[in-house]
């Protein structure tokens, strides 16, 4: 069975920073793209980054692009996120979700139970 | 950026009825559409993949359709365990981009 497990949210300063981590299990990690999908309370879902298989390309939306990278650890089947000059804007669950197929597909299926980040004073 | 616009926000509805959502990119995406269903304090799951195939395991009651710019998620007898939140997805260019969400409400 495909898990992902999401950790390292909670309350951070506006300027500071956080690093997630997504651990995966029950399929070859390396295999197949992940990405951040985050949703500010009672909003929608938005995108943050994605990563392919190998980790040679990486994505951004345009709200978290030159503050958040994305990485994974083939060793440790673990996807991160770090976080870095965060604003009250990026409060939100934080999930991370698999891409189904071997071949990019670029939807998402399955998602973590996503991990809360609070940004605020 | 691909803008995805879904219609309506919300929609009230009966045990029973059939329940249309429409999602429109600005601009084409061929078939590079996802379709997901969130209840309240869950992680959201795939429902619908490349506008029309069903994800395994979701029922037969939902469908999809459409390609280029105009997308339907139809669901033709609405079940108690259907109401939620259902967002639109394109997948064909990053920054992949969703839709503003439907919530499907019992009338």
């Known amino acids: 069975e495909v898990q992902l497990v999401e950790s390292g949210g909670g309350l951070v300063q506006p300027g500071g920073s956080l690093r997630l981590s997504c651990a995966a299990s029950g399929f070859t990690f390396s295999s197949y793209a992940m990405s951040w999908v985050r949703q500010a309370p009672g909003k929608g879902l938005e995108w943050v980054s994605g990563i392919s298989g190998s980790g040679v390309n990486t994505y951004y939306a345009d709200s978290v692009k030159g503050r958040f990278t994305i990485s994974r650890d083939k060793s440790k089947n673990t996807l991160y996120l770090q976080m870095n000059s965060l604003r009250a804007e990026d409060t939100a669950v934080y999930y991370c979700?698999?891409?189904?197929?071997?071949?990019?597909?670029?939807?998402?299926?399955?998602w973590g139970q996503g991990t809360l980040v609070t940004v605020s004073s | 950026d691909i803008q995805m616009t879904q219609s309506p926000s919300s929609v009230s509805a009966s045990v029973g009825d059939r329940v249309t959502i429409t999602c429109r990119a600005s601009?084409?995406?061929?078939?590079?559409l996802a379709w997901y269903q969130q209840k309240p304090g869950k992680a959201p799951e795939l429902l619908i993949y490349?506008?029309?195939s069903l994800q395994s395991g979701v029922p037969s009651r939902f469908s999809g359709s459409g390609s280029g710019t105009d997308f339907t998620l139809t669901i033709s007898s609405l079940q108690p365990e259907d109401f939620a939140t259902y967002y639109c997805?394109?997948?064909?260019?990053?920054?992949?981009?969703f839709g503003g969400g439907t919530k499907v409400e019992i009338k």
């Open positions: 601009q084409g995406i061929s078939s590079w």
């Open positions: 979700a698999k891409d189904p197929g071997v071949a990019a597909e670029n939807w998402f299926d399955p």
């Open positions: 490349a506008a029309s």
């Open positions: 997805q394109q997948a064909n260019s990053f920054p992949l981009t």
